[in-house]
């Protein structure tokens, strides 16, 4: 890790979420001179109709890799199972070894209300193992030494852009991807045996279609941007010495903070 530059870690559940939810986001930040870093918890061994769960993972992992690639990540192999993203020990330990190897000034993960529960268990992970960052007394599994900096926490936008009680979800911040669009869809593609499980599942349809229908879906909410990612920043307490924004200040115009969002904020008096 080269301490002078600056670094991002997305933290998603399953080969492909960065895709849907990140993928902009992380290019236009290697563009600035960012480094990316790219965590799948799971290894997506359920993500299969035709496979067992053995080589299902193997094929995940490949396409991962590739994903990565293609996004000029630098990829973090998986800690666990799919449905098995458990906020316990083990997995707590292992993830805060990876956010200390990545050192990073941003985490970017999922809105910690989602349609599944190995999306909102990662998120509460991602957000407790970057609280642990700079924890001497904290064990990593394998051993970390701590490191003393500031970091945000970004959440995504869930899948359908509503929580599993169907509630809308409104970003607090907008990242404008149209540039950065069709290779964060080539990023997607390299997950190719998605499609089928997803078309069986989920009825998605068309997998491409759907990630491109949801960029477009926040772009819209915008108001200014045809492709976005959504974000809501986690409150800075315990993260940073002061409230920090790195994504605003790293993308400048390609950032855009929803000021209803901000008013809508009850803070302590």
Same mark, same amino acid.
């Given at each position: 890790?080269?301490? $002078? ?13 960065? #895709?849907? !939810? *990140? /993928?902009?986001?992380? =290019? ?19 993500? $299969? ?13 490949? #396409?991962? !890799? *590739? /994903?990565?690639?293609? =996004? ?198």
């Amino acid at each position: 890790m080269n301490a $002078s530059k600056k670094s991002v870690l997305a933290v998603v559940a399953h080969p492909d979420d960065i #895709e849907f !939810i *990140a /993928a902009g986001t992380m =290019l236009l930040l290697k563009e600035s001179g960012w480094q990316t870093h790219y965590l799948c918890l799971s290894g997506g061994d359920c993500g $299969s109709v035709s496979t067992n769960q053995s080589e299902t993972r193997r094929i995940r992992r490949e #396409e991962a !890799i *590739a /994903a990565a690639g293609i =996004l000029g990540a630098i990829h973090h192999d998986s800690l666990t199972d799919d449905i098995l993203i458990l906020y316990d020990e083990q997995t707590l330990r292992k993830l805060a070894a990876v956010i200390r190897l990545a050192q990073p000034n941003i985490v970017l993960t999922h809105s910690p209300d989602d349609y599944m529960e190995d999306h909102m268990n990662t998120s509460r992970l991602a957000v407790t193992a970057s609280f642990t960052l700079g924890m001497p007394n904290f064990e990593t599994i394998p051993p970390v030494t701590p490191v003393l900096k500031d970091l945000a926490i970004y959440h995504g936008m869930p899948h359908g852009l509503c929580d599993g009680l169907r509630r809308a979800v409104v970003p607090g911040g907008f990242v404008d991807t149209s540039e950065v669009h069709s290779t964060k869809i080539a990023s997607l593609a390299a997950h190719a045996s998605q499609k089928q499980w997803l078309d069986v599942s989920q009825g998605m349809n068309s997998y491409l279609v759907a990630c491109n229908d949801m960029s477009l879906a926040v772009g819209r909410l915008s108001g200014r941007f045809e492709h976005a990612e959504g974000w809501r920043r986690h409150l800075h307490l315990g993260y940073a010495s002061h409230e920090v924004d790195p994504l605003a200040e790293a993308l400048g115009k390609k950032y855009f903070v929803n000021q209803s969002y901000e008013d809508s904020l009850v803070y302590p008096t």
